[in-house]
């Protein structure tokens, strides 16, 4: 049974940085997509970044891009999301995900498994 456990959030004021890990357990994810998400109060869960388990190609939203990276350790097998430059519209809860068939990175109804999420809230 796959589980995804985040960690790192917290209360961050603007232009800060966190970063945020998920640890992966259950099965190998060789051949996965890993991904972050995050969904603020009253919005839909979107997409924030994405990672081939194996390649590690990288996708990202426009939104986030040169601000967040997102990286693997295949080792540990934990996901990470480094986030810079953090500003209020970031506060959201982020939640990883996993998926063993997804085609398109930012599709989260592609993606198999997700974790409960962390809080990051951005504020002075």
């Known amino acids: 049974q796959v589980q995804l456990v985040e960690s790192g959030g917290g209360l961050v004021q603007p232009g800060g940085s966190l970063r945020l890990s998920c640890a992966a357990s259950?099965?190998?994810?060789?051949?996965?997509?890993m991904g972050w998400f995050r969904q603020a109060p009253g919005k839909e869960r979107e997409f924030v970044a994405g990672?081939?388990?194996?390649?590690?190609?990288?996708y990202y939203a426009d939104s986030v891009k040169g601000r967040f990276t997102i990286s693997r350790d295949k080792v540990k097998n934990t996901l990470y999301l480094q986030i810079y430059s953090l500003k209020p519209e970031d506060t959201a809860v982020y939640h990883c995900?996993?998926?063993?068939?997804?085609?398109?990175?930012?599709?989260?109804?592609?993606?198999?498994?997700w974790g409960q999420g962390t809080q990051v809230t951005v504020s002075s």
């Open positions: 259950g099965r190998t994810f060789s051949g996965s997509t």
């Open positions: 995900a996993a998926g063993f068939r997804v085609r398109v990175f930012l599709n989260k109804h592609e993606y198999d498994n």
């Open positions: 990672i081939t388990w194996t390649g590690g190609i990288t």
